[in-house]
């Protein structure tokens, strides 16, 4: 059972653009939710976490926003670049235990 | 901070030898290690968990006896990938997490094993 649901599977934007990308979850025990950034042929690089006692948090360009009762968070890129595309996962965890992934949403943006 | 490396990032074998991958957090103390496996344009399947001093926890399906793993130190875990196959071809990556309770794991830059 997939505890992480992300969507969509690919996503392409306009340079400028803003790119969403969505998350779900069922476990409410889950308090830890970041965001991870994977450029082809590396390993996932962390870019943004939340917990959810916030229901937003910016960094540059790069917003989770989280809503607790949906038991949803997205990721949103401003102003996208084309140095952005890349594939993105979410994930979720309940501290101190594994995270479970999202299925990883590949972003394009085209000049 | 809280980088981690991984030694080598590619290798190619022969069917039926070994290969050892090492993980490495160069810059704090990594209580637990993690090792993923990832087949192209896919998720990360996690294959174990593992803390240091003890025994690694192995995921539902993946071979212990194959995927032999030593975490001997808070900065060192290595994964040895026993009597290698075709099919053990994949893109290995480790991450690491710092002391219980504090919440986000590190990734190291992957490893690429192709198995002749």
């Known amino acids: 059972q997939q505890q992480v649901k992300q969507s969509p599977q690919s996503l392409i934007v306009q340079k400028g653009g803003i790119s969403i990308i969505n998350c779900a979850y069922e476990?409410?025990?889950?308090?830890?939710f970041p965001w991870y950034q994977q450029f082809p042929g590396k390993g996932p690089a962390l870019l943004i976490a939340?917990?959810?006692?916030?229901s937003e948090k910016k960094e540059g360009r790069f917003t989770i926003s989280f809503n607790k009762s949906a038991k949803q968070f997205s990721l949103h890129i401003m102003d996208s670049q084309p140095g952005d595309s890349a594939t993105y996962f979410c994930?979720?965890?309940?501290?101190?235990?594994?995270?479970?992934f999202g299925t990883g949403t590949s972003l394009t943006v085209i000049p | 901070g809280a980088v981690v490396s991984q030694h080598p990032s590619r290798v190619i074998c022969k069917s039926g030898t070994s290969v050892k991958i090492e993980c490495r957090s160069l810059?704090?103390?990594?209580?637990?290690m993690f090792w993923y496996r990832q087949f192209p344009k896919k998720s990360l399947m996690l294959m174990a968990t593992?803390?240091?001093?003890?025994?690694?926890?192995?995921e539902q399906g993946v071979e212990k006896d194959k995927f032999l793993i030593n975490h001997a130190s808070l900065t060192l875990s290595t994964l040895t990938v026993t009597s290698a196959h075709p099919e053990d071809s994949s893109f290995y990556i480790c991450?690491?997490?710092?002391?219980?309770?504090?919440?986000?794991?590190?990734f190291g830059p992957g490893t690429r094993l192709l198995v002749l």
């Open positions: 991450s690491a997490s710092g002391a219980s309770g504090l919440a986000t794991q590190y």
């Open positions: 476990n409410t025990a889950f308090d830890y």
């Open positions: 939340i917990r959810p006692d916030v």
């Open positions: 994930a979720a965890s309940s501290t101190g235990n594994q995270f479970y």
């Open positions: 810059d704090f103390q990594a209580t637990t």
């Open positions: 593992s803390n240091e001093g003890s025994k690694a926890t192995y």
